[in-house]
């Protein structure tokens, strides 16, 4: 039996179910493979479930799949990221064995053998930096990527290294990928300002032309039914590989009504919950605002309602909106209006705040 090409765990995407996002795709490939980078550093930033990982996974194996000149190494935010960086480095066979041969000792930062009349390397910024000569002269590249990253020390210090090694021309290369708002953060910190400069991408909904392709592939149904399911999606990457998932476990013996019932408590359990959580007051309020401000489809609300409801100055409520584009939850491209990026979001608001004095 055909395995389930529709993955719901974080981060991960069948090739068979995979929907490229051929302009970013292509940014960041493209910038990294020329003799000359415009930028070593890439930070992709949206709402949980957008698709980073997986668009951080696709950009890394296919570099891997055109060219033996790349080594690739994804790190935890929350490890100890130089250090980590460097045991990846050691274990590889090839660079471990060319590190030997060029008697770097890293065994003071308990990192592979002492090595007889080496250079033993007692600083972690240095140990890396060593690493990255001897893969300049061996022509080989670096490209690191971190998950969810935030603005901590651990982060900052690894970046502030990073930095030091492209003023250096050292052949490393950077993506992150985390919440707007932990991008921004890190992004503005005093320390951090080269990384103001570095490109942000933020992640927006997959095309529904796509999603409807890849539903009528799959499950070979016509192009009309598929484009119904992924208008149910509104593009959100989770909710995509989410319906597919449940759509081919329980095509035969649930209805689509069944199935959306099924999604939209999935969808609240696994991220609504946890994006309504980090939201700020204010952002919950002008939320609950738009929720009462909903026309009779539930589709889109009138902006001059919603500074009526929270009767507020035009230019306060303007900053909340602007907050809530950027982080990805709502979407602004009618004038005048306001739409929810997330399906079905305004049903867990209104689930979420039911008890709300």
Not at 133 to 142: A, F, S
Not at 188 to 198: E, G, Q, V, Y
Not at 295 to 306: E, F, H, L, R, T
């Amino acid at each position: 039996m055909k395995n389930n090409p529709f993955l719901t765990s974080f981060g991960n995407a069948s090739d068979e179910a995979y929907i490229n996002r051929y302009s970013e795709e292509d940014i960041i490939i493209n910038d990294f493979n020329r003799e000359l980078s415009s930028s070593q550093v890439y930070m992709l930033a949206g709402v949980r479930g957008i698709g980073k990982t997986a668009l951080t996974t696709y950009i890394t194996e296919k570099i891997i799949k055109d060219s033996k000149e790349w080594k690739v190494v994804n790190l935890s935010s929350q490890s100890n990221l130089l250090k980590t960086l460097a045991a990846n480095l050691q274990a590889d066979p090839l660079l471990g064995k060319v590190f030997i041969e060029k008697k770097l000792d890293f065994s003071l930062l308990g990192i592979g053998v002492s090595i007889e009349g080496g250079n033993k390397i007692s600083d972690e910024e240095v140990m890396i930096r060593q690493m990255l000569k001897v893969m300049k002269g061996i022509k080989k590249k670096l490209l690191v990527t971190v998950d969810e990253v935030g603005n901590t020390e651990n982060i900052r210090k690894f970046t502030s290294s990073f930095q030091l090694y492209t003023r250096e021309r050292l052949p490393i290369y950077l993506i992150m990928t985390g919440l707007y708002k932990d991008i921004k953060s890190l992004q503005t910190h005093k320390n951090m300002t080269f990384l103001k400069r570095a490109p942000r991408i933020n992640l927006g909904p997959l095309d529904l032309n796509m999603i409807s392709k890849r539903y009528s592939s799959i499950f070979n149904i016509s192009f009309e039914e598929a484009a119904k399911m992924a208008k149910l999606t509104k593009g959100y990457s989770y909710a995509y590989s989410l319906l597919g998932n449940i759509f081919w476990e329980k095509r035969d013996s649930m209805s689509l009504d069944d199935m959306i019932i099924q999604l939209k408590d999935i969808l609240e359990d696994r991220v609504y919950s946890q994006v309504w959580a980090e939201l700020t007051e204010v952002e919950k309020e002008f939320i609950k605002a738009m929720n009462n401000c909903l026309g009779d489809d539930s589709q889109k609300a009138k902006v001059s309602d919603i500074i009526r409801q929270l009767q507020k100055a035009p230019a306060q409520v303007n900053e909340y909106k602007v907050r809530l584009v950027e982080t990805g939850i709502i979407d602004n491209s009618e004038r005048g209006y306001l739409r929810y990026s997330l399906p079905y979001f305004s049903e867990t608001v209104n689930r979420l705040t039911v008890f709300d004095l």
